[in-house]
C-alpha cells in the first residue's frame, strides 16, 4: 500500500536541495504546451458562453470557469518562459456582448452552456491525471496536482448546478439479468 506521508516528504525534500533541475523532458513540454492551447481556447469558449446566457448561476460559473482558466494560463507561460520553452499560439479574448441579441439559431440553451462547463472539468481532470503520470520532476508534477484539484472542485459544483437544475445527464440505470426486482 501507498504510504502519502513518505511520497509528500520525498517531494518536499526533492524541492528543497540545491541540485540544479534536469531539463524538462519533451513530454513535459508536450503536456504544458498543448494543455495552455487548449485552455486558451477554453477560456474563449466561455467567454462566448458567458455571452450567450442571462441565467445568473450559469453565468456565475461560467466566470469562474474563466478566472480559473486565466490563473492556469498565467502559471503555465511563466513557467514555460522560465524553462526557456517557446509558448504555442493563443486565441484572443472575445468581448462582452449582449446574450439577448444571440441570433437563436446560433445560440445554445442553458442546458447545453452547463454541459459544456462540465466536459471542460471532465477533459481537465483527464489531462491532469495524465500529465501527473507522465512528469519526472517533482515542481512540475505539483503544478499538475494543484490544477487537478481546481479541476475536481470546481468539477463538483458544477455536478451541484447540473443536478439542482435538471441539467445533468444520465444515463439509463442497468438492471443485471435475475436481480430481484424491487
Known sequence: MPDLLEAVKNIVQSLMDDEPKPPLHVGEVMSFW?????????????EAGINSTTDPELRKAYQE???MLKSQKEIMIAFLRSEGVPLPPLSES?????????PPGVKLTDDEL????????YLG????????????????????VEFLEEYMTF????????????WLK????YYPPGLPSQ
Open 94 to 102: 472575445k468581448p462582452i456582448s449582449d446574450p439577448n441579441k444571440v
Open 34 to 46: 498543448s494543455f495552455l492551447s487548449e485552455i486558451a481556447d477554453e477560456q474563449v469558449h466561455s
Open 65 to 67: 470557469t474563466i478566472t
Open 170 to 173: 444520465v444515463p439509463p440505470l
Open 125 to 144: 481532470v483527464s489531462y491532469c491525471a495524465a500529465a501527473i503520470n507522465e512528469c519526472g520532476r517533482n515542481d512540475v508534477g505539483l503544478i499538475w
Open 155 to 166: 468539477g463538483s459544483n458544477m455536478k451541484a448546478l447540473l443536478k439542482r437544475r435538471g
Open 114 to 121: 452547463a454541459n459544456s462547463i462540465g466536459i471542460k472539468m
